[in-house]
């Protein structure tokens, strides 16, 4: 079954629009993005790892894809804070977005370690 050429040229225009839209994105919310999805990249690998080679130490598979969970979590949360569009954070500065998401991460990495044992 192939697919209709309406429907090819509306994922075509879909796609066009999503990219025109995001290269308006300022910088340090690309920066942003981009770590968000190493993060999510790096579980993934964690987990396709552990399919492959197995899961011994299942608390350090766990502590390994939390980490990288929570961080990426972490970081649409300031991505949420510092973008200028969102109207709800107009008045919380970009630093004290940025020192909040580094006081969590490091909560979250200390709990991590606790994890592991």
């Not at 300022?26 to 987990?47: E, G, R």
């Not at 969970?69 to 300031?78: K, M, R, W």
Request: charged share 15%; hydrophobic share 50%.
């Amino acid at each position: 079954m192939g697919r209709s050429p309406a429907t090819k040229d509306d994922a075509q225009a879909l796609f066009h629009s999503l990219r025109s839209a995001y290269s308006a994105t300022p910088t340090n919310l690309k920066i942003i993005d981009l770590y968000v999805v190493f993060a999510v990249f790096t579980a993934l690998i964690q987990v396709v790892y552990m399919a492959i080679v197995g899961s011994f130490p299942f608390n350090s598979f766990l502590s390994g894809v939390l980490s990288c969970v929570g961080t990426a979590v972490l970081a649409v949360c300031l991505r949420i804070q510092v973008n200028k569009e969102n109207k709800e954070f107009k008045d919380l500065p970009p630093e004290r977005a940025f020192a909040d998401f580094v006081l969590c991460n490091l909560v979250l990495h200390l709990v991590i370690m606790n994890f592991l044992g």
